[in-house]
């Protein structure tokens, strides 16, 4: 089993909708997990940590799930400019040990 | 502006030679790391450096060397022995390595293919 799972999609949604991404991670041990949004062939750059009590960022909200050892992103009302892959990046320990998933690729159409 | 610098952004090798990336930070991070990225898999890391003068190994080391002579740098050499070079290096930095919340900048990457 990877150690961070994620569907690769694509997800293709029309502008306005609701769209949910889950990212499972395999070592309960984890500490901390991120979500990291990546444009087509550029650096990733941090969207939002996720927090134990989940957490939200607008449009964007995180939620941890550690008894079912999964982390998911939802995004509202989503725009034509959140077209990206999104990176669910998982702390298994406490040295900054990320392991990246491979991604969700989103697309949103007019 | 504070960031991450990485150079060049597009590189082209021959098979058999040695190539240096670049990689600067001027945000006075302790920690810096090396990543590959290759299509539909997530970023593996080759290595990573808490101090200077200090490296260590990732997951995929082999085939790579770095340095860390200066706090603000942290270049990677792709050498011969790399079996599949080909790939988008991306240069990341934190404030320190010890803090499990602490958050990765990336700089924007070079992307490597050997001819």
């Known amino acids: 089993r990877k150690e961070v799972e994620q569907d690769p999609g694509p997800f293709n949604v029309p502008e306005g909708a609701t769209v949910a991404f889950n990212c499972t991670y395999s070592?309960?041990?984890?500490?901390?997990f991120f979500w990291y949004r990546q444009d087509c062939r550029k650096e990733p750059k941090l969207l939002m940590s996720v927090y134990s009590s989940g957490n939200e960022d607008g449009r964007f909200t995180a939620q941890l799930n550690r008894a079912s050892q999964y982390i998911s992103l939802l995004i509202r009302d989503s725009k034509l400019s959140d077209s990206a892959t999104y990176l669910c990046v998982v702390n298994i320990n406490n040295n900054n040990d990320m392991r990246f998933g491979a991604g969700t690729r989103l697309t949103v159409k007019p | 502006d504070g960031g991450i610098t990485q150079s060049p952004k597009y590189l082209f090798r021959k098979e058999g030679q040695n190539v240096t990336l670049s990689c600067e930070q001027n945000?006075?991070?302790?920690?810096m790391y090396w990543y590959r990225q290759d299509p539909g898999q997530g970023l593996r890391l080759i290595y990573y450096?808490?101090?200077?003068?200090?490296?260590q190994k990732g997951d995929i080391a082999e085939g790579y060397s770095v340095s860390r002579e200066k706090k603000e740098s942290f270049p990677l050499t792709v050498t011969s022995a790399q079996k599949n070079p080909t790939a988008f290096y991306l240069c990341?930095?934190?404030?320190?390595?010890?803090?499990?919340?602490?958050?990765?900048?990336f700089g924007p990457g070079t992307r490597l293919t050997v001819l």
């Open positions: 450096s808490q101090i200077v003068n200090d490296f």
């Open positions: 945000l006075n991070h302790d920690a």
């Open positions: 990341a930095s934190s404030i320190s390595r010890s803090l499990s919340t602490d958050t990765q900048y």
């Open positions: 070592n309960s041990a984890s500490q901390s």
